[in-house]
């Protein structure tokens, strides 16, 4: 389906983690330039060029334990994020989301694991929290809304039609609370306000030490 229309289908599956069985376990495919290879379009080097439809231990996955089973949970996770490798170790991303906790800001919880499919040779793969309504409560607030920017987007305003930002941002939770609507206000005032009202406004609008920190980090 990936390969044909970009969708990424959920697939019924067992799961088992430290020994626990969970069955008819929601996966499906996670990311998008790093599987862009399973399309053919990934480019020679590029991000996600390498990998194949033949070694599914390699992909990016995203595992929902309680997709099809209400309640169904590994110690209180539903969502676990089996990330793609960039490196031998994945050291790099662990160390950074790490370090991205020491200054204070939100992270997500990662351990190392070995990961196969479907009883075929482990490799070694980081896997990670979803952030989902359970780590944006924990993390942030539970009454907000968490907006994931993509890879092709930018933070251009693009008008008030929620459609015109399909390519652009994914709402990852807090989908209760609010739509994409406070998040095209923010575009506007970015992109539209004059100097006076950027300056007055800014700070009632972004959380700026944090962002600066974040900057920081980057």
Do not use: C
Not at 3 to 16: F, N, P
Not at 21 to 28: A, E, H, Q, S
Not at 81 to 100: C, F, G, K, P, Q
Not at 106 to 117: D, E, L, M, N, Y
């Amino acid at each position: 389906t990936y390969k044909t229309s970009e969708e990424k289908d959920w697939i019924a599956a067992t799961v088992t983690i430290d020994g626990n069985t969970y069955t008819n376990v929601g996966m499906r495919l996670k990311g998008n330039s790093s599987i862009r290879g399973l399309r053919g379009d990934g480019g020679p080097g590029g991000p996600g060029a390498s990998v194949s439809a033949d070694t599914p231990e390699e992909l990016p996955w995203l595992i929902r334990l309680d997709k099809n089973v209400d309640g169904q949970n590994h110690d209180g996770i539903v969502d676990l994020v089996i990330r793609s490798n960039n490196s031998e170790t994945a050291l790099n991303e662990a160390v950074s989301l790490e370090l991205l906790g020491m200054a204070g800001l939100a992270t997500q919880r990662a351990i190392a694991v070995r990961f196969s499919v479907n009883g075929g040779e482990a490799v070694l793969r980081l896997a990670t929290e979803h952030p989902d309504d359970l780590w944006m409560a924990e993390n942030l607030d539970a009454g907000g809304a968490l907006y994931k920017a993509e890879a092709t987007g930018d933070y251009s305003y693009r008008g008030d039609d929620p459609d015109l930002y399909d390519e652009v941002f994914d709402q990852e939770a807090g989908k209760d609370n609010a739509d994409l609507a406070p998040l095209i206000d923010f575009l506007d005032f970015i992109n539209n306000a004059d100097d006076a009202t950027f300056d007055a406004e800014l700070s009632t609008r972004l959380d700026i030490e944090p962002f600066a920190t974040y900057l920081a980090m980057e």
